[in-house]
C-alpha cells in the first residue's frame, strides 16, 4: 500500500528526529520475525532506553543524509530494523545480540557510534563489554589502588617514627624517677 507524499516527510522528520536525539543506532535484519517476539524485543529495548523501528529504507537514506551521517548501502536493503540508542549503546547491543542468537530470524548488520560505523564484529565486541557501572568501578580501582598503596607507606613510615619517638620519651620518662614525697 502506498503512503502519501505527506506521512513520507512525517516519517523522514520522525528518523531526523530519532537520529538527532540518538547516542547510537544499530541496524538488524529482521526478516522471519514474529510479530510476537517483534514485541518482546522492543519491550527489552524499552527497558535499556532504546527504541525499535522497522523504516522504509529509502527514507532513512533521506534522514541520514539530512544528519550528515553514511552508511554502507547494503545495509539499507531488504526489511531494516532500526535500534535508536537513547541513553548507552552497549547495553543496546547486548539486548540485540542476545536475542540474534536466541530468535534466528534476527541478524545485526551493523551499527554507528560517535560518527563511526560499527561493522557486525563491532557490535558484538560493544555487546560483550560490561555494564557502565561495572566500568567505572574498575576505572576507579585502578586509579584508587596505588594512591592507597601510597597512603598506607607512608603512614607505616610516620607509625615507625612515631613509635620510635615514643620509646625515647618512655625511656627518659623512666630514667627520671618521680619526687618521693617525704
Known amino acids: 500500500m502506498a503512503i502519501s507524499k505527506k506521512r513520507k516527510q512525517e516519517l523522514v522528520a520522525q528518523y531526523t528526529k530519532e537520529l538527532q536525539a540518538s547516542q547510537g543506532m544499530i541496524l538488524a535484519d529482521y526478516r522471519g520475525l514474529g510479530v510476537a517476539d517483534m ?24 534522514a541520514l543524509s539530512q544528519t550528515g551521517i553514511e552508511l554502507p548501502q547494503e545495509w539499507l536493503l531488504g526489511p531494516v530494523a532500526v535500534a535508536f540508542c537513547h541513553d548507552e549503546v552497549p547495553p543496546v547491543a547486548k539486548v540485540l545480540s542476545d536475542f540474534a542468537k536466541e530468535a534466528e530470524a534476527l541478524s545485526v548488520k551493523g551499527g554507528w557510534l560517535d560518527q563511526n560505523v560499527l561493522s557486525q564484529a563491532e557490535v558484538k565486541t560493544l555487546a560483550s563489554l560490561p555494564p557502565r557501572d561495572v566500568l567505572l568501578a574498575q576505572v576507579l580501582g585502578t586509579i584508587n589502588g596505588p594512591a592507597s598503596q601510597t597512603a598506607g607507606v607512608i603512614a607505616s613510615s610516620v607509625r615507625q617514627i612515631l613509635n620510635v619517638l615514643q620509646a625515647y620519651v618512655d625511656k627518659l620518662e623512666g630514667n627520671n624517677p618521680a619526687p618521693q614525697a617525704a
Do not use: G, I, M
Not at 45 to 59: D, I, Q
Open 39 to 62: 514485541e518482546r524485543l522492543r519491550h527489552s529495548l524499552r527497558e535499556e532506553k532504546a527504541a525499535l523501528r522497522v523504516v522504509k529504507n529509502r527514507l532513512l537514506k533521506l
